[in-house]
């Protein structure tokens, strides 16, 4: 995946987040919609690590396509 793509599925997973929780403003979210936005979230926040370490790479000389989805664990560790 370029980067252009990961910026793609950035947006796309954005839009979805934002439906999901501008559709249920007041009632809240049903299970299956509260599992969906976390999956969402989870999602955009490996988006935004592989096109971050894409960045570096390039930076540093390497190549970007090295750059690999690192797993929920790990990116959900991170501090913002």
């Given at each position: 995946?370029?980067?252009?793509?990961?910026v793609?599925?950035?947006n796309?997973?954005?839009?979805?987040?934002h439906?999901?929780?501008?559709?249920h403003?007041?009632?809240?979210?049903d299970?299956?919609?509260?599992?969906?936005l976390?999956s969402?979230?989870?999602a955009?926040d490996?988006?935004?690590?592989l096109?971050r370490?894409?960045r570096?790479?390039?930076?540093?000389?390497?190549?970007p396509d090295g750059?690999e989805?690192?797993?929920p664990?790990?990116?959900?560790?991170y501090?913002?």
């Amino acid at each position: 995946m370029d980067d252009a793509e990961v910026v793609a599925r950035i947006n796309q997973l954005v839009e979805e987040e934002h439906r999901l929780e501008e559709g249920h403003v007041g009632d809240g979210l049903d299970e299956d919609q509260a599992a969906r936005l976390r999956s969402v979230e989870v999602a955009l926040d490996q988006c935004w690590d592989l096109l971050r370490q894409r960045r570096a790479r390039r930076s540093a000389g390497q190549d970007p396509d090295g750059a690999e989805v690192r797993p929920p664990q790990v990116v959900e560790r991170y501090r913002q």
